[in-house]
């Protein structure tokens, strides 16, 4: 068994995608995944899986709940080395007045060349920053994450892929909980 985690995107945002995580852990056990578990009300949800690969992972929850609940919902599956790397990598965790408050990770559906920070055209967000690490986005917000237009729409549309956004301190978390 492998433990994957399932990043849900666009869901219980502003009454839209509306997912209680007690229907979502019951829809996945009844899908034969284990140890189903949750962290807070954005679409974080641990399984365990004979599947070893996260893409097909996520395939499978998304098809769960499309068909139990009639929600189109984009799933991206980090791995705890995913997770680990946030940790080492951020360019901005390690800076001397690091607010983690207005840091934020960007999980990406694949992985990226180190060219596509210029798609991102970043420089048109100043004094907001990111940084790309293969399947990942670093970014840094100079006020906060809900009054830059550097989110995940904008991410999504300029390189094509599915993009879900999480906080530091839920990164941290979420790596605290993985087994």
């Known amino acids: 068994m492998k433990t994957h ?6 869901i219980n945002v502003s009454g839209h995608n509306m997912i209680k995580m007690d229907s979502l852990k019951t829809v996945l056990e009844n899908a034969e995944f284990q140890n ?6 954005s679409g ?8 070893e690969h996260g893409a097909s992972v996520g395939f499978k929850i998304k098809q769960e709940i499309f068909k139990e609940l009639g929600l189109e919902v984009p799933i991206v ?18 800076e ?5 408050k207005k840091l934020y990770v960007a999980f990406l559906s ?12 970043i420089s048109q967000f100043k004094p907001d920053e990111a940084a ?6 670093y970014i840094k917000y100079a006020v906060g ?17 599915v993009a879900t956004i999480r906080n530091w301190n839920t990164v941290s978390t979420l790596l605290e909980m993985f087994e």
Not at 77 to 92: F, G, H, Q, R, T
Not at 145 to 161: S, V
């Open 5 to 10: 985690l399932a990043l849900l995107r666009g």
């Open 110 to 121: 694949k992985e990226l060349q180190g060219s596509a920070i210029n798609d991102l055209k």
């Open 145 to 161: 994450a809900g009054k830059t237009r550097l989110d995940q729409k904008y991410i999504e549309k300029k390189l094509n892929l």
């Open 36 to 41: 189903v578990r949750t962290y807070i009300q």
């Open 96 to 100: 001397k007045e690091c607010d983690t």
């Open 44 to 51: 974080n949800v641990f399984v365990d899986s004979e599947e």
């Open 132 to 137: 790309i690490d293969k399947s990942r986005i």
């Open 77 to 94: 599956v980090v791995s705890k080395e995913d997770l680990s790397a946030c940790l080492k990598n951020s360019p901005y965790l390690h």
